[in-house]
């Protein structure tokens, strides 16, 4: 059934729990590559936290992404195989604790008629609370729902994205990905068969699974924080991207970064393919 517009602009959930520990966040760091170097002491205090001179275990900002998976305004009805990640913007208010007892506030904040062809685009909201009420982070998601276009609403609305430099990027970098990645990634949340399963990711279009748009948003993090953010995950006051493209398990990505003093730009490739995976990216360091 089409996309009741005016319905969904009144869905919201308030105050619902959750929870992580050391183990959700390491394993979130695992699953966007960090540690495929053992050796590598700076990725190593995202993925142990036992060494023999006590280091405290770091946090990966984007594991804010997945720190409140499922936490939504309510059920929206669209076609679930059509569905893809269309972007992500996280407001940092502070660093994200190692283990922690939370709460979500989820409502609607947009939706987009794209055209029946086209589909629509539904964007959310969603802030993170710790147990004194005070804001940890603030989520806003946008959702590509490919085959619901053309239900009658606006066209118009969503924020213009950020615009990349013209001149050549100042740093790029290449970051492989394993061809078992997404079966790793998924265990921070996301369950879609279209991640894991061949069939369903025949019936969506896809040739094969494809990683999360939520990985590469992880591994655009990754760019940042080992080029300009010295590994310090309280450096980082916003990070957003555009997904334009799918990324195949196996790929090498190569992140292109320009630096515009606390403003960082980004776009994703896979050059194999020609294709940018990631656009209008920015990070705002502190």
Request: hydrophobic share 35%; proline share 8%.
């Amino acid at each position: 059934m089409p996309i009741d517009y005016p319905a969904l602009l009144n869905l919201k959930t308030e105050a619902a729990p959750y929870s992580w520990s050391d183990r959700e966040v390491m394993l979130y760091a695992l699953g966007i590559g960090m540690g495929s170097d053992p050796l590598d002491q700076n990725e190593l205090q995202f993925v142990n936290d036992a060494f023999a001179t006590p280091k405290r275990l770091k946090v990966v900002p984007t594991f804010a992404s997945v720190c409140v998976w499922g936490a939504r305004p309510g059920m929206i009805d669209l076609n679930r195989v059509m569905v893809v990640d269309g972007e992500r913007d996280i407001t940092f208010h502070r660093p994200l604790p190692i283990e922690a007892s939370v709460t979500a506030d989820a409502r609607v904040c947009g939706v987009y008629d794209k055209g029946k062809d086209k589909g629509a685009i539904v964007q959310s909201e969603v802030v993170v609370r710790d147990d004194t009420g005070d804001k940890i982070v603030t989520i806003i998601s946008s959702t590509f729902a490919r085959g619901d276009g053309g239900f009658g609403g606006p066209s118009d609305g969503p924020p213009e994205p950020h615009q990349i430099p013209r001149r050549p990027p100042d740093r790029s970098i290449d970051i492989r990905t394993r061809p078992d990645q997404a079966l790793l990634y998924r265990l921070s949340g996301d369950r879609n068969p279209l991640h894991s399963d061949l069939e369903f990711a025949r019936l969506a279009g896809f040739p094969k699974p494809i990683l999360h748009g939520m990985f590469t948003y992880g591994v655009t993090c990754r760019a940042v924080l080992q080029t300009y953010a010295d590994y310090d995950p309280s450096a980082f006051r916003r990070h957003r991207v555009r997904f334009s493209a799918p990324v195949f398990p196996g790929e090498i990505i190569t992140i292109h970064l320009w630096r515009d003093g606390t403003s960082i730009s980004f776009e994703a490739h896979v050059r194999e393919r020609q294709v940018t995976v990631a656009k209008n990216g920015q990070t705002v360091l502190r």
